[in-house]
């Protein structure tokens, strides 16, 4: 690290420090994450995701550096923050504002999901803000290949389910549950919610009662006067069957968007697959509010998260 001037620090996480930071001799400015070295298995995984992205609405990664007891990444420094941080000072986003952001989030996720990602954390806190308003994605340390889930034998896929729990899809709370394209959707679904109404649709204190909710509860109405095509786009991403939950075609080609999408070439999801062909029970093929889930909450997953939750940590990581 000794070619950059460290700054004050412009983010937090509960094992890394994000700083602003400057390439000496030049007037190039950086964000620069210190990880934990404990850590280095996550963060050689997100490096190695990282090297391979190039896409206006993914926060560039240009290089990395180990020192004796941190990890350092050089990432593109965005001078607008986090999302978390504006819907803590505004509340919510008026419709208008909500469309631009909403573009750039589905640009980024069509770009990983054409690449073979599988983002697995979308939330406010990992949403950046460069200073025209354009969204970046930041922090790839749980995404997940595709390649590499469905590598995962069944027997331990309840042992692979990563992310934030008032943002994690139904099927990621139940036993033989994947990560795919439609847990992002859902996540989706959530962030553009929260944007609207500033909070996401499902919160709960108790975990038991959040898993609860998010299994067999509609989202509230939206309040206010939301377009009919902002309103459907919302109970569109939040279908609780992932098989019933809106597909790339059809959220390309969706309404709300003044400017259609370019389709890109998707790579198979066998794991996903198999989770649809392989589930004996009802529990995922029936839509919001028809009739009561039936589910079965994968126990591993249950005692972690309660973990988290008692430790006041909102990441949520089983491997």
Request: net charge neutral; charged share 25%.
């Amino acid at each position: 690290m000794n070619h950059y001037h460290i700054y004050e620090a412009i983010g937090r996480g509960k094992y890394s420090t994000v700083y602003k930071g400057r390439k000496k001799k030049t007037i190039e400015y950086y964000a620069i994450k210190s990880v934990d070295k404990s850590h280095r298995s996550k963060v050689l995984q997100e490096v190695r995701i990282l090297h391979t992205l190039d896409h206006s609405n993914v926060l560039k990664f240009y290089s990395w550096y180990e020192t004796s007891a941190h990890l350092w990444l050089v990432l593109e420094y965005c001078v607008g923050g986090d999302l978390m941080t504006l819907l803590q000072q505004d509340g919510k986003l008026p419709e208008e504002s909500i469309h631009d952001l909403a573009h750039d989030l589905v640009r980024a996720l069509q770009y990983l999901h054409s690449k073979g990602i599988i983002y697995c954390d979308l939330k406010p806190s990992n949403i950046l803000l460069d200073e025209n308003g354009h969204t970046k994605l930041c922090d790839f340390g749980l995404a997940r290949k595709l390649s590499d889930i469905s590598m995962t034998p069944s027997s331990q896929l309840p042992q692979a389910k990563r992310g934030t729990p008032c943002y994690m899809a139904p099927e990621l709370f139940q036993d033989g549950g994947v990560h795919s394209y439609a847990s992002d959707f859902w996540a989706l679904g959530c962030v553009l919610y929260e944007c609207y109404t500033g909070r996401p649709p499902f919160v709960q204190k108790e975990f038991t009662q959040l898993a609860k909710s998010i299994l067999l509860d509609a989202p509230p109405a939206l309040p206010g006067s939301p377009t009919r095509p902002f309103v459907n786009l919302i109970n569109s991403l939040l279908i609780k069957d992932p098989a019933e939950r809106i597909q790339w075609p059809e959220l390309c080609n969706h309404a709300f968007w003044r400017t259609k999408f370019v389709q890109l070439t998707l790579p198979p999801q066998p794991a996903f697959t198999n989770m649809i062909e392989l589930s004996s029970e009802p529990r995922l093929t029936e839509r919001n509010g028809d009739r009561p889930l039936r589910t079965r909450l994968c126990p591993t997953l249950v005692e972690k998260i309660q973990e988290c939750l008692a430790d006041k940590t909102r990441i949520l990581l089983l491997e």
